[in-house]
């Protein structure tokens, strides 16, 4: 089959080797793309967030299959623009996508399935946040409305720094915090059948031991060695097929990747956030493990014949990823950067470009590249993915130096 990959991310870059690596995908196009992607597809320019014009992409490049990295092209209905031309798409509906472009909507359905998740109330104005801050005490969580690229939760036990996120955003989601190791399960579903893959944990502080405030994601490792058993069989059947049956109910299902973002609590998993899309960067140590063919997986999805697709098969082992990310990130990052080293199996590209002049490799964004490798243990891998950090070159570039660290000990716990 022909495939179409929408965005330019370390994400993608995963999902591109995933496709290219399908023996029955025999022509890869994506867009924008990065130099990494650029190594095992054909890039293209198309503006993400038009729906006609990706859908005339769709058409124009004869594509049996359009894959949607990002949330931005979800929530602007891309998908369905690409679904109306009769064309098969990886990625919810905009209606759908909603899950994760609203918190409001996220808590709505939740409570309507009875998904396990923290109490919450959405506040316009500084008297309802305050009342609901001090309804649940420190440490207060206030997350901003609307889709903020993973930045727009401030956790802390400063009030005033709660109430001062909460004028910034203007409409806001206060609620319950919920201590306990967290947990990103993604699910692969045609809006009925779903596919869990392994669990997968990331890092949102940009400093050691989860300090500093909260990034797009600074590394990550799967499988899980301290998760619960039957902890994806209890996530599926108390929020997955719940969550999909609500949307299905509300005539609006959810086909694509359901992404669930749990913190296993001492009362059990419950629901942080929903994403209506891959995590970035716990897809790229998720598909380092998967050996089903990935475009043959993500076609059944979004043809809705997911029921009939085989089991998926999984590499034995571990994978862990490390973010290496420009200077001053998760702030205003510093770009424009000479980038040594990065040409090595393993090196996944995500804010990088090929400078015109000589080809040379630039810094372009804030999380730059991330070293992911597999191993037997979860410590070998840990060793590998530090091995290819080592050996690239940014000037003023940082990393965290505990991903993984606290699970190979064995010092992850969950509350009693
Ligand atoms: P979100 O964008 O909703 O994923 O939030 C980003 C991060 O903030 C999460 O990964 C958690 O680390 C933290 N967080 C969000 N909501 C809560 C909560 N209710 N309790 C504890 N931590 C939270
Ligand atoms: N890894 C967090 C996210 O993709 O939102």
Redesign the pocket.
């Known amino acids: 089959m022909r495939v179409l990959l929408l965005g330019g991310g370390g994400r993608e870059h995963a999902l591109a080797l995933g496709l290219a690596a399908d023996s029955s995908v025999e022509a890869l196009i994506a867009a924008p793309g990065n130099p990494g992607i650029g190594g095992v597809a054909e890039l293209c320019q198309v503006d993400l967030t038009d729906p006609a014009g990706v859908a005339g992409l769709a058409v124009e490049a004869g594509v049996d299959l359009v894959v949607i990295g990002p949330e931005g092209p979800l929530v602007a209905g891309v998908a369905d623009a690409v679904r109306a031309k009769g064309i098969a798409v990886f990625g919810p509906s905009a209606e759908a996508a909603r899950l994760e472009g609203s918190k409001t909507f996220a808590k709505d359905v939740m409570t309507a399935a009875g998904v396990p998740t923290?109490r919450a109330f959405t506040c316009t104005d500084p008297e309802d946040t305050a009342k609901a801050l001090d309804e649940f005490g420190p440490p207060y969580?206030v997350?901003n409305d609307g889709l903020a690229a993973?930045k727009?939760?401030v956790?802390t036990d400063d009030r005033a720094a709660a109430l001062a996120h909460a004028a910034e955003c203007g409409r806001v989601v206060v609620?319950?915090?919920?201590?306990g190791p967290?947990v990103s399960l993604f699910v692969v579903t045609d809006g009925e059948a779903a596919v869990p893959l392994l669990p997968a944990q990331d890092f949102?502080r940009v400093g050691d031991g989860d300090a500093g405030p909260?990034t797009g994601g600074m590394g990550a490792y799967a499988p899980l060695p301290w998760a619960p058993p039957g902890l994806v069989d209890e996530v599926m059947a108390d929020v997955v097929h719940p969550t999909l049956a609500e949307l299905r109910r509300r005539g609006t299902p959810f086909a694509g990747l359901l992404y669930v973002?749990l913190?296993i609590t001492a009362t059990g998993p419950r629901v942080?956030?929903f994403n209506a899309r891959f995590g970035d960067p716990e897809t790229q140590v998720v598909l380092a493990l998967l050996e089903t063919p990935l475009a043959g997986l993500l076609h059944a999805a979004a043809t809705g014949t997911l029921a009939a697709h085989p089991p998926l098969r999984w590499r034995d082992g571990a994978a862990v990823t490390v973010v290496v990310a420009a200077e001053n990130y998760p702030g205003t990052p510093r770009t424009g950067d000479v980038i040594t080293g990065a040409e090595r199996p393993g090196v996944i590209h995500a804010g990088t470009a090929r400078r015109a002049t000589d080809g040379a490799l630039l810094s372009t964004g804030g999380r730059v590249l991330c070293g992911t490798a597999t191993g037997p243990t979860l410590a070998a891998a840990r060793d590998a993915a530090y091995e290819l950090v080592r050996g690239i070159g940014l000037a003023g570039s940082h990393h965290r130096t505990d991903i993984a660290a606290a699970a190979v000990e064995g010092q992850i716990t969950i509350p009693d």
């Open positions: 923290a969580v997350k993973g727009g939760v956790v609620e319950e915090y919920l201590a967290e949102k909260n973002g913190a942080i956030e």
